[in-house]
């Protein structure tokens, strides 16, 4: 079955808020096998409604909005809605009386604006709202269904989980979706693309393959629709053999996974502990693991050493090799990780020195230029980089990439 997302209100078109109920829906309703095949926003006007509303019905059979629904004269969804499919708005006395209780709490007094609330659309299907006064609405027209729900992400979300999905599920009969994602370390989109051409020339027709790339990480996703569970599992653990044979230790995680997260996994399981020791990367991996719930049990703390000094004094590189090799070098990056391990008493370290940009750089080593080490207690490993021109990207790739050194040494002790 397919479906289209309306979001309804100016505030989205004129960049005020962001859109970010239609991602999850897409999500909820992807994965009970309801495919969204175009996404809309338009605005608080009776004419945007009603056009966008009868184009997807055009294309599709079910319809879902968002917004629209308060109790001020901007929001027109309920009543354009309701004259759309001819229906009277008659007071529902049970919302009224919610509505009621719940101004009550907050010693508020009923308005004229608080029992437009309680009117609903006589003959549309109504479906409540746990969390406020706006109520779901389903209306229904020669099998072509629209669902009209409160734009506020909280009170939506309650609805389609509790109440809405399952209803879907139960009346609508759709196929399974299984997607399978592969995330990718150090390789960019073209090159991966070239490594898989083969794998990918030989895939089943039933298979549907996306790269989603971003800063430092690729994610494949195999996309599947069918009748049998079974069968389209089988195809995706052949399809996975291939890949871990091509990518090896290049894939990190096979679930839309960070990682950090990945990361967080190793260590607790472990019990090992970890800390960073940063120049180019200013504490940027030290906030992305103090992101994870639970980093207090296996990361102990980091030393921002931008300048030579911190990395001399307090992590105890020797002044000769900043003077030989310079800042952005094996020597000072390895004597880095040794030095935070050594100093805040951890199992492993990360350390990175390069040259972030936009400017720097030199022809030897060039914007873009980082040096990585991982240390433990008894080994050190280090790896260059040229990355990028853009300092931001090139902050963020090189922290993945210590990360996925890291793993790979984590997973080297087992």
Same mark, same amino acid.
């Given at each position: 079955?397919?479906?289209? !997302? ?7 078109? !004129? ?82 009386? #919610? ?7 907050? #010693? ?17 299907? !109504? ?114 053999? @291939? ?54 049990? &296996? ?6 050493? &931008? ?25 000072? *990056? ?15 370290? !990360? ?5 972030? @940009? ?15 080490? *991982? ?9 260059? &980089? *040229? ?20 793993? #790979? ?6």
């Amino acid at each position: 079955m397919q479906a289209e !997302i309306i979001t309804i209100g100016d505030e989205i078109l !004129i960049g005020q808020i962001v859109d970010t109920n239609s991602a999850w829906m897409s999500k909820e309703l992807n994965e009970i096998g309801i495919s969204v095949n175009r996404i809309t926003s338009i605005s608080d006007t009776k004419e945007a409604i009603v056009s966008s509303i009868e184009e997807a019905m055009s294309r599709v059979d079910l319809v879902l909005t968002t917004g629209g629904l308060g109790p001020t004269n901007d929001d027109i969804t309920k009543k354009t809605l309701s004259d759309y499919f001819a229906c009277e708005l008659v007071q529902d006395d049970g919302l009224y009386a #919610k509505i009621e209780e719940r101004l009550a709490r907050y #010693k508020i007094g009923m308005n004229a604006f608080n029992r437009e609330q309680a009117l609903v659309p006589q003959g549309a299907r !109504i479906i409540t709202n746990d969390f406020g006064t706006a109520p779901c609405m389903w209306f229904s027209r020669d099998n072509k269904h629209v669902i009209s729900m409160p734009g506020v992400p909280f009170e939506m979300k309650n609805i389609m989980q509790s109440k809405l999905l399952p209803i879907l599920s139960e009346e609508f009969d759709c196929p399974y979706v299984l997607h399978q994602t592969v995330m990718v370390q150090g390789l960019g989109e073209s090159v991966l693309a070239e490594m898989l051409q083969d794998w990918e020339a030989n895939l089943p027709s039933v298979v549907k393959l996306a790269y989603l790339p971003s800063p430092g990480v690729v994610r494949l996703r195999m996309s599947l629709v069918g009748d049998d569970e079974a069968e389209l599992k089988s195809i995706v653990e052949n399809q996975l053999k @291939g890949l871990k044979a091509i990518l090896g230790e290049r894939i990190f995680a096979f679930d839309d996974e960070k990682i950090e997260q990945v990361i967080t996994t190793l260590l607790l399981d472990k019990k090992k502990t970890v800390s960073t020791a940063e120049s180019c990367t200013g504490g940027n991996m030290a906030h992305m693991l103090t992101a994870m719930a639970g980093s207090s049990a &296996y990361f102990k703390g980091s030393i921002v050493a &931008y300048s030579n000094d911190v990395k001399a004094n307090v992590l105890g590189v020797n002044v000769n090799s900043l003077e030989d090799f310079g800042a952005v070098s094996q020597q000072v *990056v390895e004597q880095m990780a040794t030095g935070a391990c050594k100093a805040i008493g951890t199992d492993y370290a !990360i350390a990175t020195s390069g040259i972030a @940009g936009p400017d720097g750089g030199t022809e030897e080593k060039p914007v873009g230029t980082v040096w990585i080490a *991982v240390a433990s207690v008894d080994k050190v490993i280090s790896e260059k &980089y *040229v990355l990028s021109k853009e300092r931001g990207r090139n902050i963020r790739m090189a922290s993945m990439a210590g990360f996925n050194m890291l793993r #790979k040494m984590i997973l080297d002790d087992e």
